[in-house]
């Protein structure tokens, strides 16, 4: 059943609103004492369940991972490059507190400069101007 958009599309041509109500996604089994937010949680898990994972769905749910394992790799690399970065600078290891601060701070500046560029100017002017600069 398509998902229907606006009031003229909520009757069914032919008259037989029934089909509209006795969808799986309307029913309202189990809902008694739920409140007005709970009631619209299971409504939307419903539809959801019905949609179901399609192609679109799989690319964004594989797409978000991936960005999540760069984000842990990033913060991984640096805890195993940061030991032989203070041999090599040969500062005290108790700086290294600092060093770890810094790193965490670049990383969230950066990714909120990007986000409000990427909002503002558009991705693809703002990823040639990150090339620029590094």
């Known amino acids: 059943m398509p998902i229907r958009k606006n009031k003229e ?7 037989n609103d ?3 109500r006795t969808s799986s996604a309307m029913d309202s089994e ?22 179901g994972m399609g192609k679109y ?22 805890g195993l490059v940061l030991g032989p ?18 790193f965490s701070s670049g990383l969230t500046a950066g990714a909120f400069v990007w986000g409000v560029l990427v909002d503002i100017v558009g991705w693809y002017s703002d990823l040639k101007s990150q090339f620029v600069v590094s």
Do not use: H
Not at 57 to 78: E, K, N, P, R, T
């Open 9 to 15: 599309m909520l009757s069914d041509p032919s008259g």
């Open 18 to 20: 029934e089909a509209l």
């Open 30 to 51: 189990g809902l008694e004492g739920l409140t007005l937010y709970e009631k619209k949680c299971v409504l939307i898990n419903r539809v959801i369940d019905e949609l």
């Open 57 to 78: 769905q799989w690319y964004i749910w594989s797409l978000c991972g991936f960005g999540y394992l760069l984000d842990l790799l990033w913060a991984q690399a640096f």
């Open 85 to 102: 970065l203070e041999q090599e600078l040969g500062f005290a290891g108790n700086q290294s507190g600092n060093i770890s601060i810094a």
